[in-house]
């Protein structure tokens, strides 16, 4: 008894001043929540206007779509239809997230009206290692999707990375983190294409 008194009489301070910061970490995360996803938002949004260029606004079309990821595990994520002046759908866009060599990579993927073409990606978040990894961001690598037939693609270590086609020519010493890429496209592709048919988006057979 004499041990537990003699451990709150040494410990009361650390013990209030531990209550207090994680208090005071709690009101800071529930006062900026609403100002972070706003930001998240922002940064989606000016992704999406940069793979769809003749999009002057974004819709959600479909929302929580489940993506078949490893192991079973269901992945939801939302599309997008980007629209011009007149309303009309001039493509869709959806976040993806796999893994990479040191963390999650999360982008957006975009697609024509049709869901025939890729128009590319980009980066959300990525801790890919800086000077290798972290070059998935560069259009050197990223202009290797636009225009690629909307399906399965694969990677090669060797090639012409201007060459349009469905092989995808690694980044020199990040084979892990393009791959991760190339694996992110082809986990969710088949499943967007399925959705946007089966909710009559794009027609059977696009």
Same mark, same amino acid.
Do not use: M, R
């Given at each position: 008894m004499n041990k537990i008194k003699n451990f709150f009489e040494q410990s009361w301070l650390l013990i209030v &001043? &531990?209550?207090c910061f994680g208090l005071l970490v709690a009101i800071t995360n529930s006062a900026l929540s609403e100002r972070i996803e706003q930001n998240e938002r922002e940064k989606l949004y000016s992704r999406m206007r940069a793979l769809i260029t003749d999009a002057n !606004?974004?819709?959600k079309a479909l929302e929580q779509v489940p993506i078949p990821g490893k192991k079973g595990k269901i /992945? !939801?994520?939302d599309i997008y239809k980007g629209l011009d002046d007149a309303n009309n759908?001039?493509?869709?866009a959806f976040v993806a997230v796999g893994s990479g060599f040191a963390d999650k990579i999360k982008i957006v993927i975009a697609v024509d009206d049709k869901c025939e073409k890729f128009l590319g990606?980009?980066?959300?978040?990525s801790n890919e290692t800086p000077g290798f990894g972290s070059k998935i /961001?560069?259009?050197n690598f990223g202009n290797q999707f636009k225009n690629v037939l909307a399906g399965k693609i694969n990677l090669s270590k060797v090639g012409d990375p201007q060459v349009i086609d469905s092989r995808i020519v690694a980044i020199t010493g990040a084979t892990v983190s393009?791959? &991760?890429?190339v694996n992110i496209f082809n986990t969710y592709i088949e499943e967007i294409k399925e959705q946007l048919q089966t909710k009559e988006f /794009?027609? !059977?057979g696009s």
């Open positions: &001043a &531990a209550f !606004n974004f819709e /992945i !939801n994520t759908v001039t493509g869709y990606f980009k980066v959300l978040s /961001i560069e259009d393009s791959q &991760a890429v /794009i027609k !059977n």
